[in-house]
């Protein structure tokens, strides 16, 4: 028994550490939406040189939305998917042609799909900030309608087009517990979006800023937002594993 006992001891420090600390995977699942004040960097480059045309205006600043769900894992990682669209943005261009002219609009969207990871840094009890870094596959759509017009005469076209890629994306924000397990939160996001195929070679970097709300779903919600169900730590002295532990724990 002098022998059997340490052992015993040795084997509950052991496995009550393990409950102690509980699974890695131990968390909570949250949902997240929030509205977006967006800025298409690129366009520029893809519109017509100013001094080619008699006209030019870019809507660059547009609003979208983004939708989240996560899974917040212990210590303050987390996985998640999200969707997003970007809002739409407008090149409008014009030129004179002898005695008509051509206009042309394109008007298009940038909508995406990303997996990624988050990390939440614990500021207070009902404050902390993140951040996320991630994959997205992204599209870029647009339509292009051109009109020529001059006295007697009007001729109209329109083309679609679209690319589409995968690029990496970071965000760093704040959230504010405003009710239990609710958090209000803004982050800046930036996506690096390079239109590299369908002849086009540009960069199209979005910045984006979100203002929105998190619910975190669980029984106890922790700052970091993870859920712990247990009240206390459970060690090898505890009443329960007293009669293994002995002497060691008086």
Known sequence: ??????????ACAVSCSGVANANWLDGSPYVAGGLSYTIYDGLDDVASDGDSVDYQRITKNTFGFMGTAGWAFHGGYSLEISYADFGEFEINEAVDVGAGRLETKVTGSFTGKSIGMRYDWLQSDSMNVYGRFGVMRWEAAWESDVVYAEPGLKETSRLESDTDGSD???????????????FAYAEAYYLDANFDKDGFSTKERVYAVFGGVMYRFGDVARPS????????????????????????CE
């Open 225 to 248: 937002g993870t859920t712990d169900r247990r009240t206390r730590e459970v060690t090898a002295c505890d009443p329960k594993y007293k009669d293994i532990s002995g002497i060691m």
């Open 1 to 10: 028994m002098k022998v059997t006992k340490p052992i015993l001891v040795l």
């Open 168 to 182: 990496l994306y970071a965000a760093v924000g704040g959230q504010y517990e405003i009710m239990r397990n609710l």
